[in-house]
Nanobody
């Protein structure tokens, strides 16, 4: 079983910054990748950033140039969010893809809310 926990959400003024953290813990061989998703009321969950164990990174068009994902260590990932806009308001979820040797599996955290006000 793998436990995923996000932190760092909060209330921030438009144009401000936040840094989210995510830690994966438990029993697994390795974490292959971690990603940040977000979901706001009435909208589908969307992926905003993804980082792989080989260092490859992908961003959605909506956040490219403003958000930065990085590894803290092999089981911790950060999402630095700059130039925040009210449209960035959402619950941010962390996803970890774990290698259990015989299978891979995705795990989700409970989410951390981000509210950007004008």
């Amino acid at each position: 079983q793998v436990h995923v926990m996000e932190s760092g959400g909060g209330l921030v003024q438009s144009g401000g910054s936040l840094r989210l953290s995510c830690v994966a813990s438990g029993r697994f061989l390795t974490i292959l990748s971690m990603a940040w998703y977000r979901q706001s009321p009435g909208k589908e969950r969307e992926k905003v950033a993804h980082i792989y164990d080989n260092g490859r990174i992908r961003y959605s068009d909506a956040v490219r140039g403003r958000f930065a994902i990085s590894w803290g260590n092999k089981t911790t990932v950060f999402l630095r969010m700059d130039s925040l806009k009210p449209d960035d308001s959402a619950v941010y979820y962390c996803n970890a893809n774990a290698d259990h040797e015989l299978y891979y599996k995705d795990y989700w955290g409970p989410g951390t809310p981000v509210t950007v006000y004008r």
